[in-house]
């Protein structure tokens, strides 16, 4: 069965415009999780989804610079954009990816696969009951369970992609992945200054290659002053865009 992954990747930011083609430690935020992706060994394919924003002209260079195919689609329903990527190739699983985590771990990538094939579910996903830090989450879905909720999913659905699965587990074949010990307490997304100025000494200290989850909750272990810097940060609520 075919495994592609989607990246979705846009310059437009509500609090920190531009991340994904930041520079970070020689490779922008997008390269570092397209590498990631791929590194985990279990994608046939991976396409960056993006808008057709002029402001995303600068996305679709980056992804030709990294070798990686692009399709674009709207701004705001980023399930429409995940629906034309499948239309242009044939994918039984497809796994979700977003271009603000640069820490993205090949490994948990890797593991999720596995028990998502092995499970015969129609989605699994690290953050329902969540263990790891955010930014290192993982989601696999089937894909013709995507285009059945092209027909049911609506308003912030549509944004989040997935969201309308897990929001009906009753309908859908649901599984919640844990990884232990919980880690949850760790923010290692990019969407703010905070975000960056943590992330940016975590990849000052460990180079260039991915580094692994507990590795790197050690590591801030014995740097709460780094771990602090973003501690702060509310996520947004699932209903704003």
Not at 17 to 44: M, Q
Not at 95 to 116: G, I, S, Y
Request: aromatic share 6%; glycine share 6%.
């Amino acid at each position: 069965m075919t495994t592609l992954g989607i990246i979705q990747a846009r310059m437009g930011s509500t609090r920190l415009p531009g991340k994904v083609l930041r520079d970070l430690g020689g490779r922008t935020v997008l390269d570092r999780v397209a590498r990631a992706a791929r590194e985990s060994g279990v994608l046939d394919d991976l396409v960056v989804a993006t808008t057709i924003e002029p402001a995303d002209d600068a996305v679709v260079a980056e992804c030709a610079r990294i070798g990686v195919e692009c399709y674009r689609g709207p701004v705001d329903d980023v399930l429409t954009r995940f629906l034309g990527v499948l239309e242009t190739r044939s994918a039984e699983h497809v796994m979700r990816f977003t271009a603000d985590c640069p820490l993205l771990d090949p490994r948990l990538v890797a593991r999720a696969h596995r028990v998502f094939t092995a499970s015969g579910a129609d989605y699994l996903t690290t953050s329902i009951t969540r263990t790891l830090p955010r930014g290192l989450d993982v989601e696999a879905v089937r894909g013709p369970v995507l285009k059945e909720i092209d027909k049911l999913a609506y308003d912030h659905h549509r944004t989040h992609v997935t969201s309308y699965i897990y929001s009906h587990p009753a309908d859908f074949d649901v599984i919640g992945m844990t990884v232990l010990p919980d880690l949850s307490y760790l923010r290692l997304t990019l969407d703010t200054e905070d975000d960056w100025r943590l992330i940016e000494a975590i990849v000052d200290h460990f180079g260039d290659a991915p580094v692994a989850v507990r590795e790197l909750a050690d590591w801030l272990a014995d740097r709460p002053e780094l771990a602090g810097l973003n501690a702060h940060i509310a996520q947004k609520e699932l209903d704003q865009a």
